[in-house]
């Protein structure tokens, strides 16, 4: 049985939606805790309502980023993470909290990467005229949006987008993709070689823990 720690900063839909497949599809996994950096973060209240422990590590009581980043490690790590996923965690993090989470942590980008790092990305698929956008589940690296991509979903642009209607199209996949590609680690049917996921078939014998 793996453990999972979400890591959330709001609306905590891609929570919400890793939390839902994990259930009904009986994952050989637990999620262990939803932790956020925002007290005031909606997501919270559909995982304490589930009965999944929650955690709150206000980034503003920190004077700095590797304070706030040491603190969220040791909150993570009470609760011995296979998998950290970040789903709608909006912080840049420091290199040594990623190198000691290296290999064993997801985060959801909305956008085709590695077009679109960084924020705005709907807007800026709308400005370059893309005909097509999407979302992307990938391994954490220290340079931001980079590291090694696991799986992408992609949606058409549509003539008369806005922010708004492009980004719900994209949710609606990110809710599908993120699961998805949670599982696959659950598995243990990710490898990285030479900066690159290869996707294994056929997942190896369970183990129990
Ligand atoms: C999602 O669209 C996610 O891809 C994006 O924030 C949203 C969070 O929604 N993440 C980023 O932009 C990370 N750079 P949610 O809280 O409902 O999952």
Redesign the pocket.
Same mark, same amino acid.
């Given at each position: 049985m793996k453990n999972i720690v979400i890591l959330?900063?709001?609306?905590?839909?891609? =929570?919400?939606?890793v939390v839902r497949a994990a259930e009904m599809d009986a994952w050989p996994a637990r999620i262990a805790a939803v932790i956020s950096n925002k007290p005031e973060?909606?997501?919270l209240e559909f995982a304490q309502a589930r009965g999944i422990p929650t955690a709150v590590v206000a980034n503003k009581q920190y004077a700095t980023r590797a304070e706030f980043d040491a603190a969220l490690q040791e909150t993570i790590d009470r609760f011995a993470p296979d998998l950290v996923v970040?789903?709608?965690? =909006?912080r840049i993090l420091t290199a040594p909290f990623v190198e000691h989470y290296a290999g064993r942590m997801l985060?959801?980008?909305?956008s085709l990467l590695p077009l679109f790092?960084?924020?705005g990305?709907h807007q800026g698929a709308l400005d370059a005229g893309a005909t097509e956008h999407g979302?992307t589940v990938h391994f954490v690296t220290a340079e931001?949006?980079h590291g090694p991509i696991v799986a992408q979903a992609r949606v058409p642009v549509l003539p008369g987008d806005t922010e708004d209607t492009l980004?719900a199209r994209?949710?609606v996949e990110?809710h599908k993709l993120?699961p998805h590609a949670v599982r696959l680690f659950i598995e243990d049917r990710l490898s990285i070689e030479h900066g690159e996921v290869r996707i294994l078939h056929g997942a190896p014998a369970e183990t129990t823990s």
């Open positions: 959330i900063s709001g609306r905590g839909s891609n =929570m919400e939606a973060a909606k997501g970040l789903a709608g965690f =909006m985060n959801i980008h909305p790092p960084g924020l990305t979302a931001l949006d980004s994209v949710l990110e993120y």
